[in-house]
Each structure stands twice: as structure tokens, then as C-alpha cells.
């Protein structure tokens, strides 16, 4: 499986981005898939997760930093991942990446892509 990450770039503070992961193919059977990041300097963090619960809609899960202001959701119909970034802030910049996990193993990772917020 490959994934695809894109729609980051250059946005000042406040701005909004929407991060996309294709996936080479379908993306149903995947239990879970995340967007992580990593600032220079540090360590790799979950941003955001949504887990299949075999309806349209996931369980989400988010990093307190960006509780109410990230939204994540898959389409399987398109077999993407987003991630949709609100109120961005100097410290939401990292490279972002997409992951995803399917039973009885398995995970991918996709290529990252960069965020930059300017204050």
C-alpha cells in the first residue's frame, strides 16, 4: 500500500489548511489511521486518529493541543484520509504524516508533507 500526503505549505497564523493521504487502494479494511507530526527537534506526536467502526462515521480521537480545531475523517469511497487544520497556530508547524494500521498486522506511512505557520 502507498500512501500520498498532500496540501501542506505556507500559511499565517489563524489560516486554515486541509491536509489529504490517498491511498493506493481501498482504504476499508484499515482499523485505524492517523495523522502524526514532527517538529524539528522533536519527537514524532499523534495528532489525530479515527478509527473504522465498519459505519460511515469513526471514532475520532485528537492531541489536546488541537482539540477544537482539527477535524479528521476518511472517505473510503475515495480512499483518503483528511485532516482539516483551523485556527493554525506558529506551533502546529511540522511535517505532517499520514499512517495507517489494518488486522492482523500491518502499517504504512506516508511520505509527510510540511506545515508552516508564520506568526
Known amino acids: 500500500v502507498q500512501l500520498q500526503a498532500s496540501g501542506g505549505g505556507l500559511v499565517q497564523a489563524g489560516g486554515s489548511l486541509r491536509l489529504s493521504c490517498a491511498a493506493s487502494?481501498?482504504?476499508?479494511?484499515?482499523?485505524?489511521m492517523g495523522w502524526y507530526r514532527q517538529a524539528p527537534g522533536k519527537q514524532r506526536e499523534l495528532v489525530a486518529s479515527?478509527?473504522?467502526?465498519?459505519?460511515?462515521?469513526?471514532?475520532?480521537n485528537y492531541a489536546d493541543s488541537v482539540k477544537g480545531r482539527f477535524t479528521i475523517s476518511r472517505d473510503n469511497a475515495k480512499n483518503t484520509l483528511y485532516l482539516q487544520m483551523n485556527s493554525l497556530k506558529p506551533e502546529d508547524t511540522a511535517i505532517y504524516y499520514c499512517?495507517?494500521?489494518?488486522?492482523?498486522?500491518?502499517?504504512?506511512w506516508g511520505q509527510g508533507t510540511q506545515v508552516t505557520v508564520s506568526s
Open positions: 479515527i478509527t473504522d467502526s465498519g459505519t460511515s462515521d469513526g471514532r475520532t
Open positions: 499512517n495507517a494500521r489494518q488486522l492482523p498486522g500491518g502499517t504504512w
Open positions: 487502494r481501498s482504504i476499508f479494511s484499515f482499523v485505524f
